[in-house]
């Protein structure tokens, strides 16, 4: 398959009309230091903030992108073209620090990205050219085996209608049908039929218009409501983490998705939707970074690749037992003493064959609670090198609490407060000058104990109770200014409970959830949308359908800040 002509080239620029407003790159309070504090409040009424956000540009991740081919092939065709792509995407092995891999300023193409998907598109139209006289009468019904290039050509026309339509999630543009039947024309006059289709399937692999999810509203300044196009997309990769299928397209197309009570309806069908459960394990593996896990080496003994897969495949099991469309709430999720067991995985719980040969076993396990007790969470937060229980506490109080950290001054030697105690035998004994030394103890005794409840489990999520022959203490008390809260535990498993059940997690759960449907950090002046949405959250302990519907209903999501021009 050809390098793109010169014509072809120009053509990718065919779904960038007009302009789109980068992220606005600002966080909530606290975003500096990763924060956020948000509090556990369940306050009242949503406040109309002063200003939306602007629309960030967001490219499709690895998942969606995959996705979308399997939608816009028929049987089996999109699954043998995703094994060809090398469709780059964020993820910890390419740098990603913070937020989701469908953040807009996570999808930024540099230029060996660029080759990937160059070099992707290129394989995919080659795979199709390999069976194209199969493939073709799927993709253009009209066609018959031993079909001639003058069929090709007659039916071509309303593929690129149609495949344009569902590929760039709305109807082309006049532009687009001229620009991309001209490419097709063009290269007829010294390719075979097939080749020129094939040529256009490369494009359409990697326009713009199909990777890109261009918001441009329905006004020009201001507060401008989504296209009900653009609507059906953020609903269904929202949810799915795929296009909008046809049921949403048609209701696209005549408007009626705009209809509050209509985009219910849709969301409340596709809930049911098989994509749907790993959608929300994705986010909750994002959220709590186990996606670090993607980092480690696959030739790391303890964790060889295929434990290793399991382990982030686990997130997805427990949350689909826990906290899913049809059972179970963020509480539970928190807060299950049922854990997901694999084969790979099982002796890590100290339960070896009961887990499942490539899938999970749920068994009760007395001696965790919820998914912070999970071995992939803990494996991910205890890198080699560094001390575990600072790393798991600063963890759980910024990105599960969503309370701030203090700002680390930039002159403290963290080496030296602990020459004296580097032989005790716990971690506890070990760490102790940082909350009693008057340089270390005002950040550590924010953290501290949030990583001592946890140290009943070692680096690869092992329970125990002792270390290095002594006795661990798992006990704490801490205070939260913010929400003026000070939880007293007398072990792991009571911290895991009160943090499971706290509204300061649920709360926290929102915020995180809110910045993943909307791509992008949240404004300051978006903030009072989140006590309305954490009432709701509450209400239910969490269920799936409280922090969607809510969500839906929120200007925030049907509608954006148009910068001035």
Same mark, same amino acid.
């Given at each position: 398959?050809?390098?793109?002509?010169?014509?072809?080239?120009?053509?990718?620029?065919?779904?960038?009309?007009?302009?789109?407003?980068?992220?606005?790159?600002?966080?909530?309070?606290?975003?500096?230091?990763?924060?956020?504090?948000?509090?556990?409040?369940?306050?009242?009424?949503?406040?109309?903030?002063?200003?939306?956000?602007?629309?960030?540009?967001?490219?499709?991740?690895?998942?969606?992108?995959?996705?979308?081919?399997?939608?816009?092939?028929?049987?089996?065709?999109?699954?043998?073209?995703?094994?060809?792509?090398?469709?780059?995407?964020?993820?910890?092995?390419?740098?990603?620090?913070?937020?989701?891999?469908?953040?807009?300023?996570? =999808?930024?193409?540099?230029?060996?990205?660029?080759?990937?998907?160059?070099?992707?598109?290129?394989?995919?139209?080659?795979?199709?050219?390999?069976?194209?006289?199969?493939?073709?009468?799927?993709?253009?019904?009209?066609?018959?085996?031993?079909?001639?290039?003058?069929?090709?050509?007659?039916?071509?026309?309303?593929?690129?209608?149609?495949?344009?339509?569902?590929?760039?999630?709305?109807?082309?543009?006049?532009?687009?049908?001229?620009?991309?039947?001209?490419?097709?024309?063009?290269?007829?006059?010294?390719?075979?039929?097939?080749?020129?289709?094939?040529?256009?399937?490369?494009?359409?692999?990697?326009?713009?218009?199909?990777?890109?999810?261009?918001?441009?509203?329905?006004?020009?300044?201001?507060?401008?409501?989504?296209?009900?196009?653009?609507?059906?997309?953020?609903?269904?990769?929202?949810?799915?983490?795929?296009?909008?299928?046809?049921?949403?397209?048609?209701?696209?197309?005549?408007?009626?998705?705009?209809?509050?009570?209509?985009?219910?309806?849709?969301?409340?069908?596709?809930?049911?939707?098989?994509?749907?459960?790993?959608?929300?394990?994705?986010?909750?593996?994002?959220?709590?970074?186990?996606?670090?896990?993607?980092?480690?080496?696959?030739?790391?003994?303890?964790?060889?690749?295929?434990?290793?897969?399991?382990?982030?495949?686990?997130?997805?099991?427990?949350?689909?037992?826990?906290?899913?469309?049809?059972?179970?709430?963020?509480?539970?999720?928190?807060?299950?003493?049922?854990?997901?067991?694999?084969?790979?995985?099982?002796?890590?719980?100290?339960?070896?064959?009961?887990?499942?040969?490539?899938?999970?076993?749920?068994?009760?396990?007395?001696?965790?609670?919820?998914?912070?007790?999970?071995?992939?969470?803990?494996?991910?937060?205890?890198?080699?090198?560094?001390?575990?229980?600072?790393?798991?506490?600063?963890?759980?109080?910024?990105?599960?609490?969503?309370?701030?950290?203090?700002?680390?001054?930039?002159?403290?030697?963290?080496?030296?407060?602990?020459?004296?105690?580097?032989?005790?035998?716990?971690?506890?004994?070990?760490?102790?000058?940082?909350?009693?030394?008057?340089?270390?103890?005002?950040?550590?005794?924010?953290?501290?104990?949030?990583?001592?409840?946890?140290?009943?489990?070692?680096?690869?999520?092992?329970?125990?109770?002792?270390?290095?022959?002594?006795?661990?203490?798992?006990?704490?008390?801490?205070?939260?200014?913010?929400?003026?809260?000070?939880?007293?535990?007398?072990?792991?498993?009571?911290?895991?409970?009160?943090?499971?059940?706290?509204?300061?997690?649920?709360?926290?759960?929102?915020?995180?959830?809110?910045?993943?449907?909307?791509?992008?950090?949240?404004?300051?002046?978006?903030?009072?949308?989140?006590?309305?949405?954490?009432?709701?959250?509450?209400?239910? =302990?969490?269920?799936?359908?409280?922090?969607?519907?809510?969500?839906?209903?929120?200007?925030?999501?049907?509608?954006?800040?148009?910068?001035?021009?």
């Amino acid at each position: 398959m050809m390098r793109p002509t010169l014509l072809f080239t120009a053509l990718l620029l065919v779904g960038c009309e007009g302009s789109i407003v980068g992220p606005p790159g600002l966080g909530p309070p606290g975003a500096g230091n990763g924060g956020g504090g948000i509090g556990g409040g369940t306050g009242g009424g949503t406040t109309q903030p002063a200003e939306l956000g602007l629309v960030g540009i967001r490219r499709l991740n690895r998942v969606q992108y995959e996705n979308a081919l399997r939608a816009l092939f028929p049987g089996t065709i999109g699954t043998t073209l995703v094994a060809q792509t090398s469709y780059p995407s964020a993820s910890p092995k390419t740098g990603l620090a913070s937020g989701f891999s469908s953040d807009s300023d996570n =999808g930024t193409v540099s230029t060996q990205d660029e080759i990937l998907l160059e070099d992707g598109s290129e394989f995919m139209a080659a795979a199709f050219m390999t069976n194209a006289s199969s493939l073709l009468p799927q993709l253009c019904p009209s066609l018959a085996p031993g079909f001639t290039d003058a069929q090709v050509d007659a039916c071509v026309g309303g593929f690129i209608d149609d495949f344009g339509r569902r590929a760039f999630r709305r109807p082309l543009t006049a532009t687009e049908r001229t620009n991309i039947n001209a490419l097709y024309t063009t290269l007829r006059v010294e390719q075979s039929a097939a080749e020129s289709f094939s040529a256009v399937l490369q494009y359409f692999f990697q326009a713009p218009a199909f990777i890109y999810r261009p918001e441009k509203g329905t006004g020009t300044t201001g507060v401008v409501a989504l296209t009900s196009h653009e609507l059906a997309t953020r609903l269904a990769f929202l949810l799915t983490d795929a296009p909008p299928d046809a049921t949403l397209l048609a209701l696209a197309d005549d408007g009626t998705l705009s209809d509050p009570a209509v985009l219910h309806a849709q969301a409340e069908r596709l809930l049911g939707a098989t994509l749907t459960q790993a959608t929300l394990g994705r986010f909750v593996r994002e959220w709590l970074r186990v996606d670090l896990l993607e980092s480690i080496d696959d030739m790391d003994p303890n964790l060889p690749a295929a434990r290793r897969d399991a382990l982030l495949a686990e997130v997805e099991a427990l949350t689909r037992n826990s906290w899913s469309p049809t059972r179970g709430s963020m509480v539970e999720l928190f807060t299950t003493q049922q854990m997901a067991l694999e084969a790979q995985t099982d002796d890590l719980y100290g339960a070896p064959n009961q887990g499942g040969a490539g899938s999970f076993n749920l068994v009760t396990r007395t001696d965790r609670r919820g998914i912070l007790s999970s071995a992939g969470f803990l494996i991910a937060h205890a890198p080699a090198g560094h001390q575990t229980p600072i790393i798991r506490g600063a963890f759980v109080r910024k990105e599960v609490l969503c309370q701030p950290l203090a700002t680390l001054p930039g002159n403290i030697d963290i080496n030296a407060p602990l020459n004296d105690t580097r032989g005790l035998p716990t971690a506890r004994e070990r760490l102790s000058p940082t909350t009693t030394r008057g340089e270390c103890s005002g950040c550590h005794r924010d953290i501290n104990p949030l990583g001592f409840a946890l140290e009943r489990y070692d680096a690869l999520g092992r329970f125990r109770t002792t270390e290095n022959g002594a006795t661990i203490d798992t006990s704490g008390s801490i205070n939260f200014p913010i929400t003026g809260e000070q939880w007293d535990f007398t072990d792991g498993d009571a911290f895991l409970a009160t943090a499971g059940a706290s509204a300061m997690t649920s709360s926290c759960a929102t915020q995180r959830y809110f910045r993943f449907a909307l791509g992008r950090q949240l404004l300051p002046s978006e903030l009072p949308y989140l006590p309305a949405l954490n009432a709701r959250v509450n209400e239910t =302990g969490g269920s799936v359908q409280s922090f969607v519907f809510p969500l839906l209903e929120s200007e925030a999501f049907t509608s954006f800040r148009r910068e001035e021009p």
